[in-house]
């Protein structure tokens, strides 16, 4: 496979890169792609030294497939480009996730949905990602009706900029700001921009992309999505009511076989999952699995993941690799 990652030079492109070489993805070729600033810088993978090139250059040398991750306004201007070559195109950014004729994809919630037809697929937002994975099996068991998620999200998310500012900050060093406020011994209750529902984009796209994802605009979410002074991933509080009524130990079964759900949850030895040990790991962890003892049918869970790997490259990579799977690259 001739594989491009469009923003090889960025936070999530230098994962993807990471991510491809890990699961032996079959790259016969490795193009790495940045913008006009970076041509000529070179990128390691697997061993070997490859120069950067223009998305104009990239799309001149026809790759089998293109990891994208430079921003919606570089996926809207040369997904097409590339999908217009014969390309197939995973995109990192929210530019496609929402356009009905474009596929929204959890390998392990809704991979099904892939065909010949898909030439731009979209990879969610990372918070949607790790939530859905294990929604997904509950969903099937039980019928969710309603979620309520509040996040705790990673500097990491937001790009270099911000894990500058973070780094910068704890140094007592004045630098360049990602956010609006001091993100050190912090908490903002802002990501993205706010929408004039009063919500933030990220909140809204927790909502309307699990619906996608899942299949079901009956799911009911509602969001606050936050983010906190950490690096290694996201962690979300997610509250769960269900048509029907559970065991507390079929939920834990049902989550234990869940393909890339891991199960961290021994309150008695003061085991539940951390950001810090989600860190450079592809897998989504549970633990804090809880009946809400204020509602009947009504769940609490606690889910981490590192946010630059399945949240964004290792989802996307998981993409390809199904496509191959299916004989769809
Ligand atoms: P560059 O390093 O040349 O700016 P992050 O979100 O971590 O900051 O990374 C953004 C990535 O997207 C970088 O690799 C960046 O490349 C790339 N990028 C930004 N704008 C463009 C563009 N117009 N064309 C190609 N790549 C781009």
């Given at each position: 496979m001739k594989v491009a990652v469009v923003g090889a030079t960025g936070l999530v492109g230098s994962e993807m890169l990471t991510v491809l070489a890990a699961r032996n993805?079959?790259?016969?070729?490795l193009i790495p792609v940045a913008s006009e600033r970076s041509k000529?810088?070179?990128?390691?993978?697997?061993?070997?030294?490859?120069?950067v090139v223009t998305p104009d250059e990239a799309i001149a040398l026809?790759?089998?497939?293109?990891?994208?991750?430079?921003?919606?306004?570089?996926?809207?201007?040369?997904?097409?480009?590339?999908?217009?070559?014969g390309t197939?195109?995973?995109?990192n950014s929210s530019a496609w996730r929402m356009d009905p004729s474009k596929q929204l994809v959890v390998p392990e919630v809704n991979g099904h949905v892939l065909s010949a037809a898909d030439k731009i697929i979209a990879n969610p937002n990372c918070s949607t990602i790790q939530m859905v994975v294990v929604l997904k099996p509950l969903h099937e068991q039980y019928t969710i009706k309603r979620v309520v998620v509040s996040t705790y999200q990673s500097v990491t998310g937001t790009g270099v900029k911000a894990v500058k500012q973070l780094t910068d900050?704890?140094?007592?060093?004045?630098?360049?700001?990602?956010?609006?406020?001091?993100?050190?011994?912090?908490?903002i209750p802002q990501i993205d921009v706010f929408q004039e529902n009063g919500y933030t984009k990220?909140?809204?796209?927790?909502?309307?992309?699990?619906?996608?994802?899942?299949?079901?605009?009956?799911?009911?979410?509602?969001?606050?999505?936050?983010?906190?002074?950490?690096?290694?991933?996201?962690?979300?509080?997610?509250?769960?009511?269900?048509?029907?009524?559970?065991?507390?130990?079929?939920?834990?079964?049902l989550l234990v076989k869940q393909p890339g759900v891991v199960v961290v949850d021994d309150?008695?030895?003061l085991k539940y999952p951390m950001p810090k040990d989600a860190h450079g790991k592809d897998e989504v962890f549970v633990g804090r699995i809880r009946r809400d003892e204020s509602q009947p049918k009504t769940l609490n869970l606690w889910v981490v993941a590192d946010n630059l790997r399945k949240g964004a490259a290792t989802n996307a990579v998981q993409i390809a690799e199904t496509l191959l799977e299916k004989g769809l690259l």
């Amino acid at each position: 496979m001739k594989v491009a990652v469009v923003g090889a030079t960025g936070l999530v492109g230098s994962e993807m890169l990471t991510v491809l070489a890990a699961r032996n993805f079959p790259v016969t070729e490795l193009i790495p792609v940045a913008s006009e600033r970076s041509k000529g810088k070179e990128i390691e993978f697997k061993g070997k030294q490859y120069k950067v090139v223009t998305p104009d250059e990239a799309i001149a040398l026809k790759p089998d497939v293109a990891l994208f991750s430079a921003g919606g306004g570089t996926s809207l201007e040369y997904a097409p480009k590339f999908a217009a070559v014969g390309t197939t195109v995973i995109d990192n950014s929210s530019a496609w996730r929402m356009d009905p004729s474009k596929q929204l994809v959890v390998p392990e919630v809704n991979g099904h949905v892939l065909s010949a037809a898909d030439k731009i697929i979209a990879n969610p937002n990372c918070s949607t990602i790790q939530m859905v994975v294990v929604l997904k099996p509950l969903h099937e068991q039980y019928t969710i009706k309603r979620v309520v998620v509040s996040t705790y999200q990673s500097v990491t998310g937001t790009g270099v900029k911000a894990v500058k500012q973070l780094t910068d900050e704890r140094a007592g060093i004045e630098g360049e700001k990602a956010y609006p406020y001091q993100i050190d011994l912090n908490v903002i209750p802002q990501i993205d921009v706010f929408q004039e529902n009063g919500y933030t984009k990220e909140e809204m796209k927790m909502i309307k992309e699990t619906n996608k994802i899942m299949g079901d605009d009956s799911i009911r979410v509602t969001a606050t999505t936050v983010r906190i002074p950490v690096i290694g991933g996201h962690s979300e509080s997610v509250n769960i009511e269900f048509t029907n009524d559970f065991d507390i130990d079929d939920v834990r079964a049902l989550l234990v076989k869940q393909p890339g759900v891991v199960v961290v949850d021994d309150p008695a030895h003061l085991k539940y999952p951390m950001p810090k040990d989600a860190h450079g790991k592809d897998e989504v962890f549970v633990g804090r699995i809880r009946r809400d003892e204020s509602q009947p049918k009504t769940l609490n869970l606690w889910v981490v993941a590192d946010n630059l790997r399945k949240g964004a490259a290792t989802n996307a990579v998981q993409i390809a690799e199904t496509l191959l799977e299916k004989g769809l690259l």
